[in-house]
């Protein structure tokens, strides 16, 4: 039978973003991605394009798609980086648009709001 379409009771909830200075943030995206190269990204990869899987629409997410589009690794790297920070400012955005969205520094700042 199929699922029924009727919504329940709406639930109480609230958001909460963590909320970080731009420059730590791309601070970080740096990091994670120089983590990522030395973790075996390029390698992974590498096999991924010898066994033909990068057909699969998963595989052109960021990470992937810029070891198609390029062949030096400064400038994939580059390229990940770059289109990293791009998909976290549109996250930013979309979190924007909830007018309901509590910003925070850090768990002290949520507990605080919760009356912890």
């Known amino acids: 039978s199929l ?18 200075s731009k420059e ?19 390698e992974e990869n590498k096999n991924i394009m010898e066994e033909g899987l990068d057909i699969y629409p998963a595989l052109n997410s960021i990470g992937y798609r810029e070891f198609r589009e390029k062949e030096d690794l400064d400038e994939i790297r580059e390229d990940i980086i770059t289109h990293t920070k791009q998909y976290a400012k549109r996250q930013r955005t979309w979190f924007r648009r909830n007018k309901n969205i ?3 520094k850090d768990l002290k700042d949520i507990l605080e709001s919760l009356n912890f």
């Open 3 to 20: 699922p029924s379409i009727e919504k329940g009771q709406e639930l109480e909830h609230r958001y909460f973003f963590l909320d970080t």
């Open 24 to 42: 730590k943030l791309e601070r970080n995206i740096v990091r994670r991605v120089d983590a990522m190269f030395k973790s075996g990204l390029i």
């Open 102 to 104: 509590i910003y925070v």
